[in-house]
């Protein structure tokens, strides 16, 4: 393994602009909790994003001034939100019609666990003493056009979070696209885990090694 | 940016193609978006499965489609009623096809079309020649018909207002079956008789929320099928 | 058979009003176009009833006035309506939630036949050139808590309407619960036509003779 | 003459028996009626089963219900959310029964209670331990669970306003579950902030009908969860 240097790769702002950078203008977008949250920051000028928000709001504007929010006006991390001019709301079976029904363009959602063929886990960790809880991801992962996973690139632990089977509880099956790391973008393909782009002055192998599948280099540039 | 109006009807409905299968709203002429339609027969796809709960009136709107003979196929629950003879006469001589359904079954088909959800369970039409062929099931001692989803490539509807999101709101019983068809539609083009900037509908009382929505276009004052029918108009 | 006089039993008015008065205060109510939008005008005094109508208005008024009418605000029948003060206009999805989840208290539709087990026959006469068409028939008589049907005691041709069996396309299984005719008030029973009340001047048997399949005479009272 | 209001919340729920199933609207603090849910628990019935999405928060509402042992099982998507610690404890000792759905899956289900529809088929889920035991079918290529409708003996929710016929229109996000869930309650009651004459609410922008509703109750200044957990409430 390379050697740790104190920081490498992208902090958690510069993941959520990564993100910003591939999501085109004109997209209705699910935003999960975390780190996807902070894309809204970081869209680029002259793109207009409409962000859903499962519990009921399309066009979720951003968090409220200093009080000036209102307890019945939230998204679904159940903290306080505002809404756009051109905004609606609606109630429970219309929202999750737009997501099961392939309405929305985008996900953005964290993992635990991505497979090698695109199997998500991000629900539970299927400990027995954890309370299971999955509220909308299982339907955000089926219904969505396209499910990027935005996430550190291994545990706390230093383990791998992209991985060849999950062996935490699934949340859906060959469901993620795309997975921007703090190291990389990553695709998920037929054939695996592709590297799409190395994180500022990470290597191919440092990736690789922090990968718990098989990565296939970028096939038209060398692998630095 | 996000602007979803075009400037005319034609350029609207530019890209239906022959053998779309084509939702259009409306109850008896209530909703129904005659401008649409009409630019849809100038335009010239054939060979259309149309879905709409009736099959118009006179030889205006849907009736006038059908009668160019663009219309190979109706799924609709009543094909007849006042001052409709096109369709009867082409169905009494095999030159189109008919899938009757249940009005109600017609509308959770198309919302169901919408919302991802690709079969259901319904009690309507059990025992009745209208569930022949279908798969039938006990749930709880009673007897259901299982029944598909439905959608389409383009679905055509009216509406009163709509802002340049695709937001919509309806006027009285034109409502009727444009939301569920505005789910159903991989396109979905609606005439409106107002089209404002986002921001002036009040967001507690949008009917179609603009994800539904990917084509919106102007039409300040819409004909009413039956005045045009009661004047002997006959498209084009 | 008794002799014909000229007229006999109750005219269409006086049906409608004799459905009426079996309509419980506060019922919310959908009609079938003929006799049963007749009822509206025969509502006892003191009774407030909710009609709906399927194409989306619940709170349906009377016609309009002569030239307030709107195109777009029509019942099932596609003929122009009012709304009452406390109504409500809906999609159709929401229309036949209303309908097949059991929330109306009763229909009264119209029948071409009716058979002693309930079956109802009310959409196609199954010729070869009729243009089948069943609108929401079929959905009524399978989730509105009550079906009545009202309709003339035989055919123009004398055949009768009441029957052992349907011999037209059916619209439902079972489904009718009470019948009213220009003759009586019928209901549908386990044990099959169970007379439950004699238009005025109209003996038992005359009803019987005119019923195709075995009329059960009023348990309490003398036929008369 | 039809007036659904009650004059108070405890006449609202007084007939709420042992082992009834009970929605209860709300998504965290949004739309939930903490004034019926408070009024139930002095009410007293108990054994029940409940639809929420969550379990509530602090010990006030359903998390005071949940607390008092009234609730023997949960029908929820995510019973667990800050300050919610009631039901943890509980599940963990193995003192209340869990159905964990997934959120579209169950607001789907609530719907398809309310519509008449006993089941349909949704992917969401497919291939996770929340299929277990669920049957699978192909429509198309891909794979579906079957999902059952599901009803209530009493819905309980909260609206912004309220007519006597129980029309309802509601606030922001507090819409979420409610109309679904006043769907599939064979009794609706509803908490109001304000209730007003038939004919004060545009028949267009009513959003809840007033035939899925059976009661209505005026709670002009309803509480707010986060408040009362706040301020460290405990019910009662």
Redesign the interface.
């Known amino acids: 393994m390379s050697q740790e240097r104190p920081r490498i790769g992208l902090d958690r702002d510069e993941m959520a602009a990564r993100v910003a950078q591939d999501i085109p203008?004109?997209s209705?977008v699910n935003l999960g909790i975390g780190i996807p949250e902070r894309i809204t920051r970081f869209v680029p000028e002259?793109r207009?994003l409409?962000y859903?928000?499962?519990?009921?709001?399309?066009?979720m504007g951003p968090s409220p001034e200093e009080g000036e929010g209102?307890?019945?006006?939230?998204?679904a991390g159940?903290r306080q939100v505002t809404?756009?001019?051109?905004?609606?709301?609606?109630?429970?079976?219309?929202?999750?019609?737009?997501?099961?029904?392939?309405?929305?363009d985008l996900c953005v959602l964290g993992a635990l666990q991505v497979a090698a063929n695109g199997?998500l886990a991000n629900w539970s960790t299927g400990g027995p003493?954890a309370?299971?809880?999955?509220?909308?991801?299982?339907?955000l992962v089926?219904?969505v056009k396209s499910v990027f996973v935005v996430t550190q690139h291994c545990t706390k632990h230093g383990d791998p979070k992209l991985v060849e089977a999950c062996s935490y509880?699934?949340?859906?099956?060959g469901c993620v696209d795309r997975i921007y790391t703090d190291l990389a973008v990553i695709d998920v393909t037929p054939e695996g885990f592709q590297l799409v782009e190395l994180s500022p002055g990470v290597s191919f192998d440092y990736v690789a090694e922090r990968t718990g599948a098989p990565l296939l280099p970028i096939p038209t540039a060398t692998a630095t | 940016m996000i602007d979803k109006q075009l400037p005319s009807v034609a350029e609207a409905v530019a890209d239906i193609h022959d053998g779309a299968t084509v939702m259009i709203g409306g109850f008896g002429e209530a909703g129904s978006p005659i401008e649409l339609i009409h630019a849809l027969i100038d335009q010239g796809a054939k060979n259309l499965t149309v879905v709409n709960n009736n099959t118009g009136s006179g030889e205006v709107g849907l009736a006038a489609l059908i009668k160019a003979g663009r219309v190979a196929k109706m799924i609709c629950s009543y094909p007849r009623s006042m001052n409709s003879t096109v369709f009867p006469e082409l169905y009494r001589n095999g030159e189109i096809e008919l899938e009757l359904v249940p009005q109600g079954t017609l509308a959770e088909r198309i919302r169901a079309g919408g919302a991802g959800i690709p079969a259901f369970y319904t009690a309507t039409a059990v025992g009745t020649m209208l569930a022949d062929g279908k798969e039938a099931r006990q749930f709880d001692d009673k007897e259901y018909v299982m029944e598909r989803g439905l959608k389409a490539d383009f679905s055509l509807i009216k509406c009163r207002k709509a802002d340049t999101y695709g937001n919509l709101i309806f006027n009285k019983t034109a409502r009727n079956f444009a939301p569920p068809m505005a789910m159903a539609g991989a396109v979905t083009i609606v005439q409106a008789a107002e089209v404002v900037a986002p921001g002036a509908i009040d967001p507690e009382i949008v009917v179609t929320p603009g994800i539904f929505v990917e084509r919106v276009v102007q039409v300040q004052n819409p004909a009413h099928e039956s005045e045009l029918v009661a004047a002997g108009v006959s498209y084009p």
Chains 1, 3 share one sequence.
């Open positions: 203008d004109g209705y002259g207009e409409i859903h928000t499962e519990n009921g709001l399309l066009g209102e307890p019945e006006l939230i998204n159940k809404a756009i001019p051109g905004a609606s709301y609606f109630q429970h079976p219309d929202s999750f019609a737009m997501i099961r029904g392939g309405h929305l199997d003493d309370i299971p809880a999955v509220g909308g991801a299982m339907d089926v219904g509880p699934l949340t859906g099956l």
